[in-house]
């Protein structure tokens, strides 16, 4: 057995957590940014495979504690990094770093990086060059307080891109955010979900492969774990023939899009075609202020603009109010899950929320708030 972290954005770790139990996976603990889960390598390959919620699945192969660049040299020669991979493949050190005495990044992964090729050079004569973009060994490095933890990434592209979204509309919601703020809403899994402001459907999409059971990551070429010496080919070729064969060919409800841009439309249908629930969502240009239940009974999820980014704040107020009014007068007896950016524009929305959780969307800190329409 062997130990993993699953990282993943600030506000999804609880979710994440139960996710991986879910997996039958066996969890040894939690940080603020991920979950740590023992498995055999099978376990890991699920884990990239199947985990909705999860940015990356990370080997933690070294701890070590460094204040100077010689020393973190030396600490790096510890460790057998020409069992990964071959020395005519690449690599790449991804560093972060915080109230270090070594503060540069570049100079950090530059002296990580020496060590390595090095290391390579004395055992095969021959070095592995660096590719930043698409390395086969892509080295993790976080530095805090002076205290080094270096990992292997197993997932390469990180596991958002699901490969279904051929088109985004603009500030687009990263899938496994989207995934765990339907994780967040417990939904019950067997419901319709409707979504007034579905830009290129992400919510939608998730939703409905949770409900059909597709594997986030069944359309994925390759993962970087694939890249690996170790790497087992029929071991994943299992997980995979597992995932395909728990798939459901039918649900018997439907999933329900609105947008007033019709070129988004199109980009949510082709994107749900893509990920294989087309059938089961429909997709209907139409404003949040004159939507209309399109069932008797569902689940709200919401992700309006914030005005951060997206038109100016002025502008967004009365879209806001149409949003609440919607609500109020129009779907009495649903709950509605409104992720929110930006607290001036919430308070338009002129309803109280009964539950919250804070969540990251990118770097914008925002509230996934709860409102039931008694």
């Known amino acids: 057995m062997a130990e993993f972290f699953a990282s993943t954005a600030r506000g999804l770790v609880e979710p994440l957590e139960q996710e991986l139990k879910d997996l039958g996976l066996k969890v040894l603990g939690k940080t603020a940014g991920g979950v740590y889960f023992e498995s055999n390598w099978e376990g890991c390959y699920k884990a990239n495979l199947c985990s909705r919620l999860a940015s990356r699945i990370l080997k933690p192969i070294m701890d070590f504690t460094a204040y100077q660049p010689e020393e973190l040299y030396n600490q790096i020669l510890r460790h057998d990094f020409t069992k990964y991979i071959n020395p005519n493949q690449t690599i790449s050190i991804d560093v972060s770093v915080g109230e270090s005495k070594m503060r540069d990044q570049r100079f950090i992964a530059m002296k990580i990086k020496d060590a390595i090729v090095d290391q390579f050079r004395d055992k095969f004569g021959v070095r592995p060059d660096v590719d930043n973009y698409n390395p086969a060994l892509r080295i993790v490095v976080r530095c805090v307080k002076n205290q080094f933890n270096v990992s292997v990434d197993t997932t390469g592209d990180s596991l958002f891109m699901r490969g279904y979204r051929k088109e985004v509309g603009e500030a687009p919601m990263k899938e ?79 999933f329900y899009g609105f947008d ?69 007068h129009r779907f009495k007896g649903w709950d509605a899950w409104i992720l929110s950016g930006n607290k001036d524009l919430i308070a338009d929305l002129k309803l109280k929320s009964t539950r919250k959780h804070f969540v990251f969307n990118g770097n914008i800190e925002c509230r996934f708030l709860k409102y039931s329409m008694f």
């Open 176 to 254: 496994n955010l989207a995934a765990g703020l339907v994780k967040l809403s417990e939904w019950d899994g067997k419901s319709p979900i409707v979504d007034f402001m579905c830009g290129s459907g992400t919510f939608l999409i998730e939703a409905a492969m949770m409900a059909k059971n597709i594997a986030p990551g069944i359309n994925r070429k390759r993962f970087g774990f694939m890249n690996l010496l170790n790497y087992e080919k029929a071991s994943f070729e299992n997980v995979v023939q597992e995932a395909l064969d728990a798939e459901k060919e039918e649900i018997d409800f439907k």
């Open 260 to 328: 007033i841009d019709n070129k988004v439309l199109k980009s949510a249908k082709e994107n749900a075609r893509e990920a294989g629930v087309d059938d089961v969502i429909e997709f209907k240009k139409e404003s949040v202020a004159t939507v209309e239940p399109p069932v008797e009974k569902g689940l709200i999820i919401v992700n309006p603009p914030y005005g951060a980014r997206i038109g100016d704040e002025d502008n967004l107020r009365d879209v806001y109010r149409d949003l609440g009014f919607t609500l109020k």
